[in-house]
């Protein structure tokens, strides 16, 4: 008898839900303003809330250019837009020539090939081979609490 009950009670619930979701629609299609919870006072008076700040896109590009522009004179000079390519050359240039041939621009990946081969034969095995896997960061995992507490609900 009280599922029937609890059975009734649950669709009065459902059909006022229902109807209180019916009803709000009508009044967002009413024209009303719609105004934020932050926006009312203590009155319930209806007050302006500023719009935050954002960054605009010149502000950025002034970033952009405060880091190239090494000297602060106000402009950017052939030289110090290419001195990060200039940077990166030089650690690629090992032997210093000015020049990057393929064991110097293929460094790290032949220091990668040296160190997974294991026997020094030149060739890597499968078991070898698993050593020049990226190792990828994923996201840390949360723990969830057990569920017991669900099942002896159930039970009552």
Known sequence: MWRYLV???AALLLAGGGLLIWRGG????????????AARSAAGRDEAVPEPPAASEKTREERRFSRYDKDKDGQVAREEYLASRRKAFARLDANG???LDFDEWAIKTTTKFVAADADHDAKLT???????????????????????AAK???ET
Do not use: M, N, W, Y
């Open 126 to 148: 499968p078991v070898e081979f698993a050593v020049t896997k990226v190792a990828r960061k994923t996201a840390p995992r949360i723990a969830c609490p057990p569920a017991t």
């Open 97 to 99: 020539d000015g020049r």
């Open 152 to 154: 002896d609900d159930e």
């Open 7 to 9: 059975g009734a009670v």
């Open 26 to 37: 009508a009044d967002a299609r009413s024209g009303l303003p719609d105004v934020p919870l």
